[in-house]
């Protein structure tokens, strides 16, 4: 389970005293309840929740803590037993707490104790029948980004969408639900807003138009405890005909974004096809060959791609580039390759690597090519 809001503990490092090499208590530890203690103490100034042994606000119990230091139940309870017995570890309805934790660590943070307060005194008030307290948590940059992930988990987007302040009741709602209904458990929380997600994205309004998935509107419903479209939620600051409008002009946007995408794209591809055209060009006035697939042997295996690189090098002049090139080609259709005596391919283009850097094509001399 995840801390609230990311929040890292007010506790960064433990204090351990050299008094305890006094104390016969722990000096008298077995090393299995010795290194028990440590890790449990470590967890306590993690969960900054006055020495309990605490997941965020969730105490740990024995399966917990098994799990946590990958030893068995039956391990952990003698190790346990042996801690309460020596007075180091305290054990009550809260669950295992470090005795004499705030005189040896000092104070930690007061909002987080306080809500860890509240968040068990809502326990013991559910356990009676009695209605639970509402713990105020403001949000902030921290928050933000635990509630964000519980809306991303249940409705597979990959962000929240709507005016700031919607996003921000939004979250307000989450966070709400996260800290009361779901006692502080992110999948709880999950598990919990799905199905009035669902119900939401499965209804139109009231002109026949779908819910876009993007609404947040549904978040009030899973407040109240109703789903949508059995009945109004108390108090909703949404409005039908505001949310249709908002529809139409969210896919109005979105229309406009993907003809500006397809537009840029289109841009580039016809770019990419007006630079091959005046490659070939060149490629046609050099050779003498109009073939309009060409052999794919050159070290960059792109030799248009190379040949325009060359042209831009010439101030973009196709009659300079033709000149440039015709030498470097005709040497290598008339070099020999011994010892069969044949000429080299004339569809080959392996010569615009030679071009490339700037060097003539040799008998027999392998070229050293990279382009940057």
């Known amino acids: 389970m995840a801390r609230i809001a990311n929040q890292l503990p007010n506790y960064k490092w ?38 309990l042994v605490a997941d965020t606000f969730k105490p740990l119990n024995i399966s917990d803590i098994a799990w946590i230091f990958r030893r068995s139940e039956k391990e952990i309870n003698l190790s346990l037993d042996e801690l309460i017995k020596s007075g180091l570890l305290c054990e009550d309805e809260d669950g295992y707490s470090i005795k004499n934790f705030l005189q040896e660590q000092g104070p930690g943070d007061n909002e987080q104790r306080e809500k860890w307060r509240i968040n068990q005194s809502n326990s013991r008030e559910k356990k009676n029948g009695k209605e ?7 949000l902030d940059n921290e928050n933000d980004e635990l509630f964000l992930k519980i809306y991303k988990k249940v409705t597979d987007l990959d962000n929240m969408v709507g005016k700031d302040e919607d996003k921000k009741n939004a979250k307000k709602v989450i966070e709400k639900i996260f800290g009361i209904k779901c006692n502080m458990d992110e999948e709880k929380t999950v ?10 994205i499965s209804q139109s309004n009231k002109n026949g138009v779908p819910y876009s ?16 479209g059995d009945g109004k939620p108390p108090q909703s600051e949404y409005d039908e005909d505001e949310l249709t409008n908002q529809y139409l002009e969210l896919q109005e946007e979105m229309k406009e974004k993907e003809e500006r ?12 096809l007006k630079k091959k055209e005046i490659a070939f060009e060149i490629y046609k006035s050099v050779t003498g060959i109009g073939d309009t697939i060409l052999k794919k042997d050159c070290v960059s295996n ?8 060359i042209f831009t090098k010439h101030n973009e002049s196709i009659d300079e580039t033709i000149d440039a090139l015709k030498p470097y080609y005709e040497k290598w259709i008339n070099l020999i390759i011994y010892p ?3 000429k080299y ?3 080959s283009t392996r010569w615009i690597d030679y071009a490339l850097v700037e060097e003539m094509p040799e008998q027999m001399k392998k070229i050293e090519f990279s382009r940057t």
């Open 14 to 51: 433990m204090k351990l005293s050299y008094s305890y090499l006094d104390q016969r208590d722990f000096m008298g530890l077995s090393d299995s309840a010795l290194a028990t203690f440590i890790k449990l103490y470590l967890i306590a100034c993690k969960a900054d929740s006055e020495g």
């Open 132 to 138: 639970p307290k509402e713990i105020n948590v403001e």
């Open 191 to 200: 598990e919990y807003l799905k199905p009035y997600y669902r119900k939401m």
């Open 213 to 228: 998935k993007t609404f947040l509107f549904w978040l009030d419903y899973a407040d109240a405890g109703t789903f949508p």
């Open 261 to 272: 995408q397809r537009l840029v794209k289109q841009k580039i591809e016809d770019e990419l």
């Open 302 to 309: 792109d030799p248009l791609q190379s040949i325009y690189e």
């Open 340 to 342: 069969t005596g044949k």
């Open 345 to 347: 391919d004339p569809y």
